[in-house]
């Protein structure tokens, strides 16, 4: 009985043993398969931080680009409106000069809405409207040997 016992106990401390190995040998898989799942996520994360390290670098270039650009557009307006009213001063003082050398006549008038009245000879006025609080009127003059008419609106 003893000897059973003994071979009893060998056989179980055996299947321990293998047991043991199986169930060492399955966890040394499992561990190899996570660190494997694991070095796979950080190469993952480790290319996406390289991405958008990338993308920040990048970005940053082209907002400076962007603003330089915008800047540069900036001083072009400033200049171009510069420019512009500079042309309309010019354009302001030709015409101021203009009326200055012009041959003027006062012709002193006296006009009923929607009557034609001639000022001078070739020249009628035709009062469309009138505002008497503010004093405005709005017609047209007739140059009548050209055929033309000018919009008046005070």
Known sequence: MRSSLQSARQQTEELIVRERQRVEQEMNKRDQAINTRLAQVEAEQQAENQSLAELHEWTQKNAD??????????????????????????????????????????????????????????????????????????????????????????
């Open 65 to 154: 680009t962007v603003r330089q650009e915008i800047a540069g557009e900036r001083e072009d307006r400033g200049r171009n409106l510069n420019a512009l009213h500079q042309q309309m001063d010019r354009h302001r003082d030709d015409l101021q000069a203009l009326a200055r050398k012009g041959n003027r006549q006062r012709v002193d008038f006296e006009s009923a809405k929607n009557q034609e009245q001639e000022l001078v000879p070739g020249i009628s006025l035709t009062v469309t409207g009138t505002d008497v609080r503010y004093q405005r009127f709005e017609g047209y003059l007739a140059l009548t040997e050209r055929g033309r008419f000018v919009r008046l609106s005070t």
